[in-house]
């Protein structure tokens, strides 16, 4: 039961965290993948709220919030490494990011829940 709550919102916010990269970033390339990914403040704010009802849902509250603050903090990380490896957000670079939080986020929900 918990393995799942566990992957549910780490799912969610791994995609928040690519909504969140591509707002950060510009695309890298003008002709990339990272072109495809338009977000605006409406879609940002509608991942937000996604997430973190999903999160709530699955998680509670305190865990949620012990969620989200990893997931933004390593989308931002990351943000940071495309920024400064590759000049922007690439379709690679939005992968990463999706890879990183969800890795970052089961562990933080897993090590909580012990």
Do not use: F, M, Q
């Amino acid at each position: 039961d918990r393995a799942l709550r566990v992957l549910i919102a780490a799912g969610a916010l791994s995609r928040l965290a690519a909504v969140l990269h591509a707002r950060l970033l510009k695309p890298a390339r003008a002709d990339g993948l990272g072109t495809i990914l338009k977000v605006t403040t409406t879609r940002t704010a509608l991942a937000v709220v996604i997430a973190a009802v999903v999160c709530i849902a699955v998680a509670g509250p305190a865990r949620a919030g012990l969620a989200v603050v990893v997931a933004v903090a390593v989308a931002a990380l990351s943000a940071l490494g495309a920024r400064a490896a590759a000049g922007g957000s690439t379709g690679d670079t939005l992968g990463a990011t999706v890879a990183l939080v969800e890795v970052a986020v089961c562990l933080a929900l897993v090590g909580s829940w012990r």
